[in-house]
């Protein structure tokens, strides 16, 4: 079990799609739901009154969820099989969803959509695609949910695929898969369906446990945001200052000559130290401590990156943002902006676009962005930030904004390429 | 080209010490829980790891139910001084002489007095940030939280109202007399830490590992004889092999049947085990909503 692999995915779809019961589905076949858990969804099933144990009742914890039958918040689930561990992040259809959806697509390899066979891909799905795209999560899984409510029809599913298809040609997504399901009698979850015979692909599960992430991290541009400056005090450790961090990007090894940005100044990396011992290599997302052979200024906020590759620095850059709270986001209101291990103060200086939910269009001329609305922004910065494009690499272009009377955090950024020579489709926002 | 691959616990311990040491960075007075149980002792580790060879940037702090099972105290006495580390220790016991908790009649279990205790030691020291070892796999409403969970100048939890927590962006902003609870491990599941003591050959209290224990049966769970739960009249104890998988207060943990006597034979148990942890608790079996409730009163 030692060296099963992390995959981190998100569910969304609209409400009464089935998600928590596909939740419940993949940990109760498995074999992940545990005896006392039963029991307690046993003794619960009385809420919902049909006597029938309810599988969402498993992921929705929150007193006020059960009452009301719904999700509220962003629910973390862990299961595992032999094959790979699984970290699910469980988001919410209905109020907020933009929000928490945002917020679970932030981690995720792998995002599973589901639609109702019944109705095929309406503007919720379109949505849900979209921001799984905007977020940049690689991979993607339409499942075609509650078969059994139309005959387990091929045509319907293909229609539907068909549907998704031709929309999602616009989208920035590598891979999307298919699979037709029924979640509540557990059709093709873990093993394929027998009522399916035409459908030649694997079960959700499997899809789960298969799929190649091995790159879905970046490993080509070499990035490390100084975290915390190490300085032990004690007298064998006289000369040790190391710089403590996560590699967000690439590869680093002993001896490589390194940049230090913003400041520009150079160095080489003498040692790569870890409490296990000294490394010749380390990267992305591997937790070190790098120390320099030049005794120069660096501190929390700064990168560390190689010098024929460096991210951009700028106190302007254009960025598409979520907002996540009530009071909406005006242009020209100065906030707080965490990116990477920078924290300064930004300010919105134009609102270039929303996007329309509904159509996913522009909407040009607007002043300001509401709760759960998504515009194209350009920001201002009281000081130089370093970053790289989000799709280059999440974690050097995502950010947050954040309030500074009330310290809430109110939105999430992605930023985009800055002056683009030549029109990059893969790159390319869906709304443009 | 070697292949860059992580297995998951290379993932979870490295995004681990990045929670803390973002919490090293961006508070003034932090402070770290240990309670000398297993997932305090993994978080020890990953502060070694995060912050050696210098000391760490806070001290440990125990609150002590003073129910305890004697061989975790000497344990975490034991452990912090091998680490070099300051451990600060808060008791329940104090906190009832004066009148910082109070208990409810019939109440036996010290597991929710040790919030008040926690408040006015985070008070006292003015601690604007604790390090907990909770996992959001323990609980239905520990699913929701945040790894950077705050906590309002009554040390208060409201979980319809947090605050977004996206990519490994933690917002540690606080106003003063408020707090923040962080919890490092929020990712990692049971099997997970057992696997993390197995590679990192960490040293665990010995009742982690089957023994002989006097017990008795209640509410469906064998529960440790002791002066603070002793035997009712009509009541017959067993001397059974058994080990604790969580440890609370004595007067509520419940041991289970087991034969491990090493790791490998607590994974493997815990692999094919169909009750979860917690499942062990007393105190947790109460309401569906009772860690929700006590969480939100400000337990860890």
């Given at each position: 079990m030692e060296n099963t692999e992390l995959l981190r995915f998100t569910t969304a779809g609209s409400v009464d799609d089935g998600k928590s019961t596909l939740i419940g589905r993949l940990l109760y076949d498995t074999k992940l739901i545990m005896e006392d858990q039963l029991e307690s969804l046993q003794r619960s099933s009385d809420i919902t009154g049909d006597g029938q144990i309810n599988l969402a009742n498993l992921t929705d914890g929150l007193r006020a969820e059960r009452e009301q039958g719904i999700t509220i918040d962003v629910a973390y689930r862990y299961f595992a099989t032999p094959k790979r561990k699984f970290i699910v992040a469980d988001t919410p259809g209905h109020v907020q969803y933009t929000r928490n959806m945002v917020t679970g697509a932030s981690t995720a390899n792998l995002a599973i959509i589901l639609v109702d066979a019944r109705q095929g891909v309406i503007q919720q799905t379109r949505r849900h695609a979209y921001i799984a795209s905007l977020l940049r999560i690689p991979h993607l899984v339409l499942c075609i949910n509650k078969m059994d409510l139309v005959a387990y029809s091929e045509d319907i599913f293909n229609r539907i695929r068909e549907d998704f298809s031709s929309f999602a040609?616009?989208?920035?997504?590598?891979d999307i898969t298919f699979i037709p399901v029924s979640a509540l009698n557990g059709d093709n979850i873990v093993e394929k369906s027998?009522?399916?015979?035409w459908y030649y692909g694997p079960p959700l599960l499997r899809h789960l446990e298969d799929v190649?992430?091995?790159?879905?991290?970046?490993?080509r541009d070499a990035r490390f945001p100084v975290q915390y400056v190490i300085r032990p005090y004690k007298d064998e450790y006289h000369d040790f200052r190391g710089f403590a961090g996560q590699i967000a990007g690439g590869v680093f090894r002993k001896g490589d000559k390194v940049t230090i940005l913003p400041s520009g100044k150079t160095s080489t990396i003498t040692q790569i130290h870890t409490h296990d011992g000294e490394l010749d290599e380390a990267f992305a997302p591997q937790s070190v401590t790098l120390q320099l052979a030049d005794d120069i200024d660096i501190s929390r906020g700064d990168m560390i990156v190689k010098p024929d590759n460096v991210p951009y620095t700028a106190n302007e850059f254009e960025a598409m943002v979520c907002w996540m709270h009530d009071e909406p986001m005006r242009k020209g209101m100065k906030y707080g902006i965490k990116l990477g291990t920078k924290s300064a103060r930004c300010m919105?200086?134009?609102?270039l676009h929303r996007v329309?939910?509904?159509?996913l269009e522009p909407d040009v001329g607007a002043t300001s962005l509401g709760l759960n609305e998504i515009g194209r922004i350009k920001f201002k910065t009281t000081v130089p930030m370093v970053f790289d494009p989000y799709n280059r690499n999440r974690a050097t272009g995502g950010f947050i904004v954040v309030d500074e009377?009330?310290?809430?955090?109110l939105g999430a950024g992605m930023i985009l390429e800055p002056k683009r020579a030549i029109p990059n489709t893969d790159d390319a926002e869906f709304v443009i | 080209m070697k292949a860059h691959t992580l297995s998951h616990l290379d993932v979870l311990e490295a995004e681990s010490i990045h929670i803390m040491r973002e919490v090293a960075a961006e508070f003034e007075r932090p402070v770290l829980l240990f309670s000398g149980g297993k997932d305090s002792i993994c978080m020890l580790r990953i502060a070694e790891k995060a912050f050696r060879p210098a000391k760490f940037p806070f001290p440990l702090m125990h609150i002590d139910?003073?129910?305890?099972?004697?061989e975790l105290i000497e344990f975490r006495d034991k452990r912090a001084a091998e680490l070099g580390e300051k451990l600060i220790v808060r008791t329940v016991e104090d906190a009832l002489a004066k009148g910082i908790a109070r208990q409810t009649p019939g109440?036996?279990?010290?597991n929710r007095l040790q919030t008040p205790t926690l408040l006015a030691a985070i008070e006292e020291f003015k601690f604007d940030c604790a390090l907990g070892g909770a996992r959001?796999?323990?609980?239905k409403a520990r699913a929701?939280?945040?790894?950077?969970s705050f906590r309002d100048a009554f040390g208060q939890w409201d979980p319809k109202n947090q605050r977004p927590e996206l990519w490994?962006?933690?917002?540690g902003r606080i106003n003063p007399g408020e707090h923040m609870r962080v919890f490092p491990?929020?990712?990692?599941?049971e099997l997970d830490i057992w696997e993390y003591i197995d590679r990192e050959r960490l040293e665990i209290p010995n009742i982690y590992f089957s023994h002989d224990r006097e017990v008795i049966r209640r509410d469906n769970q064998w529960l440790p004889v002791s002066d603070l739960l002793p035997k009712r009249p009509n009541e017959a104890s067993h001397v059974l092999k058994v080990r604790v998988r969580t440890i609370g207060d004595i007067s509520c943990t419940g041991c289970v049947e087991s034969p491990a006597v090493t790791v490998a034979d607590i994974i493997n148990e815990i692999a094919a085990a169909?009750?979860?942890?917690?499942?062990?608790r007393a105190d947790d079996k109460?309401?569906?909503t009772a860690m929700e409730d006590r969480k939100r009163e400000g337990y860890f």
């Amino acid at each position: 079990m030692e060296n099963t692999e992390l995959l981190r995915f998100t569910t969304a779809g609209s409400v009464d799609d089935g998600k928590s019961t596909l939740i419940g589905r993949l940990l109760y076949d498995t074999k992940l739901i545990m005896e006392d858990q039963l029991e307690s969804l046993q003794r619960s099933s009385d809420i919902t009154g049909d006597g029938q144990i309810n599988l969402a009742n498993l992921t929705d914890g929150l007193r006020a969820e059960r009452e009301q039958g719904i999700t509220i918040d962003v629910a973390y689930r862990y299961f595992a099989t032999p094959k790979r561990k699984f970290i699910v992040a469980d988001t919410p259809g209905h109020v907020q969803y933009t929000r928490n959806m945002v917020t679970g697509a932030s981690t995720a390899n792998l995002a599973i959509i589901l639609v109702d066979a019944r109705q095929g891909v309406i503007q919720q799905t379109r949505r849900h695609a979209y921001i799984a795209s905007l977020l940049r999560i690689p991979h993607l899984v339409l499942c075609i949910n509650k078969m059994d409510l139309v005959a387990y029809s091929e045509d319907i599913f293909n229609r539907i695929r068909e549907d998704f298809s031709s929309f999602a040609a616009g989208l920035a997504i590598r891979d999307i898969t298919f699979i037709p399901v029924s979640a509540l009698n557990g059709d093709n979850i873990v093993e394929k369906s027998d009522a399916m015979p035409w459908y030649y692909g694997p079960p959700l599960l499997r899809h789960l446990e298969d799929v190649y992430i091995g790159n879905d991290r970046n490993l080509r541009d070499a990035r490390f945001p100084v975290q915390y400056v190490i300085r032990p005090y004690k007298d064998e450790y006289h000369d040790f200052r190391g710089f403590a961090g996560q590699i967000a990007g690439g590869v680093f090894r002993k001896g490589d000559k390194v940049t230090i940005l913003p400041s520009g100044k150079t160095s080489t990396i003498t040692q790569i130290h870890t409490h296990d011992g000294e490394l010749d290599e380390a990267f992305a997302p591997q937790s070190v401590t790098l120390q320099l052979a030049d005794d120069i200024d660096i501190s929390r906020g700064d990168m560390i990156v190689k010098p024929d590759n460096v991210p951009y620095t700028a106190n302007e850059f254009e960025a598409m943002v979520c907002w996540m709270h009530d009071e909406p986001m005006r242009k020209g209101m100065k906030y707080g902006i965490k990116l990477g291990t920078k924290s300064a103060r930004c300010m919105p200086a134009d609102i270039l676009h929303r996007v329309n939910i509904d159509t996913l269009e522009p909407d040009v001329g607007a002043t300001s962005l509401g709760l759960n609305e998504i515009g194209r922004i350009k920001f201002k910065t009281t000081v130089p930030m370093v970053f790289d494009p989000y799709n280059r690499n999440r974690a050097t272009g995502g950010f947050i904004v954040v309030d500074e009377a009330t310290n809430l955090t109110l939105g999430a950024g992605m930023i985009l390429e800055p002056k683009r020579a030549i029109p990059n489709t893969d790159d390319a926002e869906f709304v443009i | 080209m070697k292949a860059h691959t992580l297995s998951h616990l290379d993932v979870l311990e490295a995004e681990s010490i990045h929670i803390m040491r973002e919490v090293a960075a961006e508070f003034e007075r932090p402070v770290l829980l240990f309670s000398g149980g297993k997932d305090s002792i993994c978080m020890l580790r990953i502060a070694e790891k995060a912050f050696r060879p210098a000391k760490f940037p806070f001290p440990l702090m125990h609150i002590d139910t003073g129910h305890n099972f004697p061989e975790l105290i000497e344990f975490r006495d034991k452990r912090a001084a091998e680490l070099g580390e300051k451990l600060i220790v808060r008791t329940v016991e104090d906190a009832l002489a004066k009148g910082i908790a109070r208990q409810t009649p019939g109440e036996t279990s010290r597991n929710r007095l040790q919030t008040p205790t926690l408040l006015a030691a985070i008070e006292e020291f003015k601690f604007d940030c604790a390090l907990g070892g909770a996992r959001r796999d323990e609980e239905k409403a520990r699913a929701k939280e945040r790894v950077f969970s705050f906590r309002d100048a009554f040390g208060q939890w409201d979980p319809k109202n947090q605050r977004p927590e996206l990519w490994n962006l933690y917002n540690g902003r606080i106003n003063p007399g408020e707090h923040m609870r962080v919890f490092p491990l929020s990712n990692w599941t049971e099997l997970d830490i057992w696997e993390y003591i197995d590679r990192e050959r960490l040293e665990i209290p010995n009742i982690y590992f089957s023994h002989d224990r006097e017990v008795i049966r209640r509410d469906n769970q064998w529960l440790p004889v002791s002066d603070l739960l002793p035997k009712r009249p009509n009541e017959a104890s067993h001397v059974l092999k058994v080990r604790v998988r969580t440890i609370g207060d004595i007067s509520c943990t419940g041991c289970v049947e087991s034969p491990a006597v090493t790791v490998a034979d607590i994974i493997n148990e815990i692999a094919a085990a169909r009750v979860t942890e917690r499942g062990s608790r007393a105190d947790d079996k109460r309401s569906e909503t009772a860690m929700e409730d006590r969480k939100r009163e400000g337990y860890f």
